[in-house]
């Protein structure tokens, strides 16, 4: 999730007297925003301290350095540990609509949206139950079932419901729609939103979705497993120059530029993005017969058998002892995004951003019912032996097997953070609300299968299979060459909150949407992302397919 940084620090302002709060209150020329807000917006804002159904702690104007206008800064406490702000436009910006912010990770912040509160939107957003200063990463959970009903869906479910009501006391109205935006961990919570709590929104944008929360953390923990394992056998860093440094990832970009060899062209353009990597039939095996090492090392830029297995293993995605996988692979065309999230080499000190982040510490205090013990102090040292006694036992997450999911003890957590519920009944019929879910084919994080995997199922619950019925509410759109939330060789720009506007209030149903990428700040290609199943297809001028300047909206069609 891309987090907008925060607005400047509140300009606490004395009320004028009285007889003078109709004024326009302009210190200087100079003044910031804030400061030139009029006497009654202070008052107003400065007020919502004062509700007796809140728990407010602070309420003041600030400045907005995405917009020429102030705004008005709340934050409160949602018992027990659930900490959220709100940022409410002055009453003559305010566009009548409400939306909450979705989060990122684990979370444990606030985020700000500057640039959706200078549109006119009242947004709200919370640090989930937990502060990641005091609890980084996953060690929140740690034997917190409190802490981890939060993360799960109620702190959103509580954030809505409080920003509503300071929507309604800032203003004296109720907004007139609600949506929520978010991706990652915020695509998860908009689809545990729509269903758990069908009735918070008119609209809900829910961008490549952690849904299915524990087998992905757990595919994650075992794909590290994969690269760790037997002293890094199958590690896709080597040693180039013999010095006992894994310093060169070539291995993955020879890996990048045989499957683009291959299926590069299968849209029948040549640009270096897959437009539909499930068609992909690249086989490392024999695809990359040419660059086998003529034996076992790591030092020349050639592969050997255990990172050929690698490779097959991230394709085909983990499976437990009995081959039951439990999690889609990783999409072909997603591989240069392996080295940052999955690759230990010298560039991340030997720990990926897996590693550090989503899947590090996940199966110490987010998988289990009982928490099996606290992280190791070096999360990448494989050959660390866990403390077992004491009063707080360590677990290894190289210890963790896939076994443990198939065998049914991520059940507990995943009801309570798992968004899985095909059945949208309630939200996208009975409340007649609006889904798009939007997701980056080459996303190496999250990967784009599963969320085409639970449309479908949503598709067949709600809707008994008819795509048809389906597209009058809900869409999904896959971005080719996008990776998680944005980045990636293919189009990964727009607007994500507009069209669903559109779709809400004025019953225009997004057909396609228009995204682009950029180079150094030019956009260098456009495309429509298409309605799922349907895929854009070059329609421009004959025989100009390969030349960039024919990549653009206009020269592709959906079918």
């Not at 310093?247 to 897959?274: M, P, T, Y």
């Not at 024919?550 to 592709?556: I, K, S, T, Y």
Request: proline share 6%; net charge negative; aromatic share 10%.
């Amino acid at each position: 999730m891309i987090k907008i940084a925060p607005a400047l620090n509140i300009f606490r302002l004395a009320v004028l007297p009285a007889f003078a709060l109709t004024a326009a209150f302009l210190i200087s020329p100079t003044a910031s925003l804030a400061q030139q807000a009029t006497a009654n917006q202070i008052q107003a804002c400065e007020s919502l301290r004062q509700l007796r159904n809140l728990t407010i702690t602070e309420a003041g104007v600030r400045d907005n350095d995405q917009s020429d206008s102030a705004y008005c800064y709340v934050r409160g406490i949602i018992s027990p540990a659930i900490h959220f702000h709100a940022q409410l436009p002055l009453p003559e910006n305010f566009n009548g609509r409400f939306l909450q912010w979705g989060d990122g990770g684990k979370d444990g912040d606030l985020d700000f949206a500057n640039h959706r509160v200078a549109e006119g939107y009242a947004v709200t957003n919370s640090n989930t139950g937990h502060d990641s200063g005091t609890e980084p990463g996953s060690a929140f959970g740690f034997n917190n079932r409190q802490a981890e009903i939060d993360f799960g869906y109620r702190a959103v479910h509580l954030t809505v419901m409080a920003g509503k009501t300071l929507v309604n006391n800032f203003y004296n109205r109720a907004p007139d729609y609600s949506y929520f935006e978010g991706c990652s961990t915020g695509g998860r919570q908009g689809l545990m939103e729509a269903q758990r709590y069908p009735n918070d929104f008119d609209g809900i944008v829910a961008g490549a979705p952690v849904n299915y929360y524990q087998a992905m953390n757990a595919a994650g923990t075992w794909n590290l497993q994969r690269m760790f394992k037997d002293n890094f056998a199958g590690n896709l860093a080597i040693d180039s120059n013999g010095d006992g440094q894994r310093d060169s990832v070539e291995l993955v970009q020879i890996l990048n530029d045989a499957v683009l060899h291959k299926c590069d062209a299968n849209d029948g353009i040549r640009d270096g993005v897959l437009n539909n990597p499930l068609s992909c039939d690249f086989d490392p095996r024999a695809d990359l017969s040419d660059h086998i090492c003529p034996s076992s090392g790591n030092g020349a830029a050639c592969f050997n058998d255990a990172q050929i297995q690698t490779i097959a293993d991230f394709y085909s995605g983990p499976y437990d002892s009995n081959g039951t996988v439990i999690y889609p692979g990783r999409t072909k065309g997603s591989e240069l995004d392996w080295a940052g999230l999955f690759v230990p080499s010298a560039s991340n000190g030997m720990a990926p951003g897996m590693l550090r982040g989503p899947a590090g510490d996940h199966v110490n205090y987010l998988f289990y019912e009982e928490d099996p013990g606290v992280t190791i102090p070096n999360l990448n040292d494989p050959n660390y032996m866990p403390r077992r006694e004491g009063m707080n036992p360590e677990f290894h997450w190289l210890d963790f097997s896939v076994d443990d999911f198939t065998a049914g003890k991520a059940e507990l957590m995943s009801s309570i953070m798992d968004a899985t519920d095909p059945d949208l009944t309630s939200f996208l019929k009975s409340r007649d609300g609006k889904l798009i879910v939007y997701h980056g084919m080459s996303d190496a994080l999250s990967v784009a299968t599963a969320t085409v995997n639970y449309f479908n199922d949503m598709v067949d619950t709600t809707f008994a299979g008819s795509f048809s019925d389906a597209n009058d509410s809900s869409r999904l759109f896959l971005a080719p060459g996008m990776g998680h939330c944005g980045g990636g060789p293919g189009p990964n720009n727009w607007d994500k909150l507009a069209p669903l506007v559109d779709w809400v209030e004025n019953g225009v149903a997004p057909e396609s949407l228009t995204a682009t990428h950029s180079t150094d700040g030019s956009v260098d290609n456009e495309r429509l992302l298409c309605t799922f199943p349907q895929q854009a297809r070059y329609t421009g001028p004959a025989s100009g397919e390969n030349d960039s300047d024919n990549w653009v909206a206009e020269n592709f069609s959906c079918r």
